[in-house]
């Protein structure tokens, strides 16, 4: 769009312009249609995907550098879940009550980079070779702790990003 227009009165042999009045121009560029179904939810999968690329090699690290010993406690994956789930307990609390996200933030960081670094189907897998293993007591005690490790590193995770990013309220007079 051009930033003026040609004046009537100017002068013969000469162009004068004047600027246009931002109020009343037109744009000559139709607005851009929003994205329909199908386009929006192929971005929600690529964001799922390429988050859980990151979460499932951020993972594959984490049993490298701290391998299990088979027939052992496995605190790797233990560990792995009890974060990823603390973690998950503060993204949720930062974009669905301190901040407005991108619609993609969601999908992107608690779909994928947490649901690829989480690794609840190894957590079976590890109980099951436990008990393949004949170590009945220990696979027991990892299905309970890492499941009320998990519950609780969500909840204080929620509580804590609570307590630590959002404002407390004002206290009025006569509370406590």
């Known amino acids: 769009m051009r930033p003026d227009r040609p004046d ?12 246009v009045d931002p109020d009343t121009a ?14 929006r939810q192929a971005g929600i999968l690529a964001a799922v995907v390429a988050g859980g690329v990151l979460g ?3 993972r594959y690290g984490a049993t490298l550098l701290w391998p299990t010993v088979p027939g052992a406690f496995p605190w790797t994956t233990f560990w792995i879940n009890v974060s990823g789930s603390a973690a998950m307990g503060v993204l949720m609390v930062l974009i669905t009550e301190r901040t407005t996200a991108h619609p993609l933030v969601r999908p992107f960081l608690g779909t994928g980079v947490l649901g690829g670094y989480t690794t609840f189907s190894t957590y079976a897998v590890d ?7 004949g170590r009945a007591v220990t696979a027991l005690l990892y299905l309970a702790a890492t499941l ?23 206290r009025t007079e006569g509370e406590a």
């Open 8 to 19: 009537d009165s100017a002068p013969a042999g000469g162009r004068r312009t004047r600027p």
């Open 127 to 133: 109980a099951r070779a436990l008990f393949g293993d």
């Open 56 to 58: 499932a090699c951020a």
């Open 26 to 39: 037109v744009d000559p560029w139709p607005p851009r249609k929003a994205p329909g179904p199908r386009r």
């Open 148 to 170: 009320a490790a998990a519950l609780f590193a969500v909840w204080a995770g929620a509580g804590l990003t609570r307590l630590l990013a959002l404002p407390r309220a004002p």
